[in-house]
């Protein structure tokens, strides 16, 4: 298998990868992945996520503050 460059990111990512990005353990990535709380795809018996549909799922999660 070709390693990746990394000048370039792959827009599909692993649940390492993921889990790196999101600062989380790969075993959170996959509990959160079981129970459909985390976009992701199989390709065999592997989770992939795409980069957009992650960064979209972390856009529709952040939390507005209120200025007082």
Not at 4 to 25: C, F, G, Q
Not at 26 to 34: D, F, H, L, N
Not at 45 to 60: C, G, H, L, Q, S
């Amino acid at each position: 298998m070709k390693p990746r460059d990394n000048a370039s990111p792959s827009r599909i990512m692993t649940v390492v990868e993921v889990a790196k990005y999101l600062s989380l353990h790969p075993s959170t990535i996959y509990r959160m992945a079981r129970k459909g709380k985390i976009p992701v795809f199989k390709i065999g018996t592997d989770y992939r996520v795409d980069r957009d549909a992650i960064e979209k799922w972390m856009n529709d999660r952040q939390v507005k503050l209120r200025k007082n």
